[in-house]
């Protein structure tokens, strides 16, 4: 089967490998889509502490299962699934008391378990146990199912700032998981909506995910005068950065 394999840094080559054996407790995935993550065009450039190379990276990942082992009940042969990246160990102080966000080894796909950038690939016993291995229905695409990760840390993010019903936003930077934010907000049940980007043609494009919002060419307009203005001076309930420069940091501020 073929693979991207990263060999070094700025390096990754498709090539022949070894197809992955299924053992008792595991299952075969075969990868349908994989999305790159920022974190991933990261790892390409500058490496992680948790990926050894030769390695195969990729975590944002939908397929179907092809096989799985005899002690696997959970997933059969033919299940169209979801991947996520992170994989609780289970057996640390952290997942034992039902932490694993914070496990202290913090497995994942893509980093110390080969990732999806590869034809089949292997879910071991731990990721089946602990990991985020979600079947998805068979009206959804591949290719949208694997946004389902990127999505979820969309989702966090509001969950952890209490967003909700009635609540205004300001989303600052309009790429993927800025596109995602605008989305939800409407979802969420979002009153006002405020969506600042740098380039016109990324805000154009942005546009199509929630036409009602107020959005803001920052080339053109300054955003916390144009929010304060529209806002009655009060600015808005939840100001939230999808993008990683400083100034969208001292705005949102
Ligand atoms: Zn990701
Ligand atoms: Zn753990």
């Not at 969420?188 to 969506?195: E, H, L, P, R």
């Not at 380039?199 to 154009?204: D, H, P, V």
């Amino acid at each position: 089967m073929k693979a991207a394999v990263m060999k070094e840094l700025n390096r990754i080559v498709v090539r022949e490998v070894k197809e992955p054996a299924c053992g008792d407790r595991e299952a075969i995935l075969k990868v349908a889509a994989c999305a790159v993550c920022g974190s991933d065009i990261r790892i390409y450039h500058y490496g992680n502490d948790r990926v050894k190379f030769p390695a195969i990276i990729g975590h944002e990942i939908a397929g179907e299962i092809v096989e799985v082992g005899s002690m696997v009940a959970q997933l059969k042969a033919g299940d169209r699934v979801a991947l996520g990246a992170d994989v609780p160990c289970g057996t640390c102080f952290w997942c034992t008391n039902g932490m694993g966000t914070n496990c202290s080894i913090n497995y994942a796909i893509g980093y110390q378990f080969p990732g999806g950038f590869q034809e089949y690939m292997l879910l071991n016993e731990t990721t089946l146990r602990y990991g985020p291995v979600t079947r998805i229905p068979t009206g959804l695409s591949f290719q949208e199912a694997a946004l389902a990760e990127p999505l979820a840390c969309a989702i966090n993010g509001l969950e952890l700032a209490r967003f909700g019903l009635g609540k205004s936003i300001c989303i600052i930077g309009l790429g993927p998981i800025g596109c995602m934010m605008l989305e939800l907000s409407r979802i969420y049940g979002a009153s006002q909506v405020f969506a600042a980007q740098r380039s016109r043609t990324r805000l154009e494009l942005a546009r199509q995910f929630l036409p009602e919002a107020r959005f803001i060419a920052t080339e053109e307009e300054e955003i916390v005068e144009t929010v304060l203005r529209e806002t009655e001076g009060e600015g808005v309930d939840l100001a939230i950065t999808t993008s990683g420069t400083v100034k969208a940091q001292e705005d949102a501020i």
